[in-house]
């Protein structure tokens, strides 16, 4: 028989995680939306998704659109942040 091939993590931790998190991400500048760099993961009921859906259809624009607008009028910049 072969062997088997090894398996990696899906997800590993990262060795130097304060290294990790602040490192500029080197890869998101060559795909479309490199300006988003960052992404949230929220936890919503399967009947609270498919409202946001039908309502950002409804309005012609992506889930990902209209939940950014959404937060950034939510979380205004303040004096102190930086652009």
Same mark, same amino acid.
């Given at each position: 028989m072969?062997e088997?091939? #090894? ?7 990262p060795? @130097? ?7 500029? @991400? ?15 993961? #929220? @936890? ?7 409202? #946001?859906?039908?309502?950002?259809f409804?309005?012609g624009?992506t889930?990902a ?15 102190? @942040?930086?652009?």
């Amino acid at each position: 028989m072969s062997e088997r091939p #090894i398996r990696r993590d899906f997800a590993s931790r990262p060795a @130097d995680p304060e290294h990790w998190v602040k490192a500029a @991400d080197v890869s998101t500048e060559r795909r479309p939306g490199a300006a988003f760099a960052a992404r949230l993961t #929220i @936890d919503v009921t399967s009947e609270l998704r498919g409202r #946001i859906k039908v309502a950002a259809f409804r309005r012609g624009v992506t889930v990902a659109e209209m939940l950014r607008d959404l937060l950034a009028r939510e979380f205004p910049p303040t004096s102190g @942040d930086q652009p």
